[in-house]
């Protein structure tokens, strides 16, 4: 299995910005995506790579999130910009290695915390 490792997290005003980045041991999987779990919320998901190359993104980050990757670094980029006190969460990233909508690989999570 790939192991996935998650970094870039930490404190940041809001209106500011983030990049997280998913490292994976061996090789990116074509279906990756990043959530996110706020304190007595469930988990959602924030951004994805679908089955045919395109980007998804939840209606909350619209517009402010990019999600990216680099195949050569074997590394996925969720950039945070315009950041709201509502995006503190942990972000994790995690492989959908069969594009069919199960996420059956994921990393441990960073931390994201927004403040006033």
């Known amino acids: 299995q790939v192991q996935l490792v998650e970094s870039g997290g930490g404190s940041v005003e809001a209106g500011g910005s983030l990049r997280l980045s998913c490292a994976a041991s061996?090789?990116?999987?074509?279906?990756m995506g990043w959530f996110r779990q706020a304190p007595g919320k469930e988990r959602e998901r924030v951004a994805a790579?679908?089955?045919?190359?395109?980007?998804l993104y939840t209606d909350s980050v619209k517009g402010r999130f990019t999600t990216s990757k680099d195949n050569a670094k074997n590394t996925l980029y969720l950039q945070m910009n315009n950041m709201k006190l509502e995006d503190t969460a942990m972000y994790y990233c995690?492989?959908?290695?069969?594009?069919?909508?199960?996420?059956?690989?994921w990393g441990q999570g960073t931390q994201v915390t927004v403040s006033s």
């Open positions: 790579f679908k089955r045919d190359g395109r980007t």
């Open positions: 995690a492989a959908d290695t069969y594009c069919s909508g199960d996420y059956s690989n």
């Open positions: 061996t090789y990116l999987d074509h279906c």
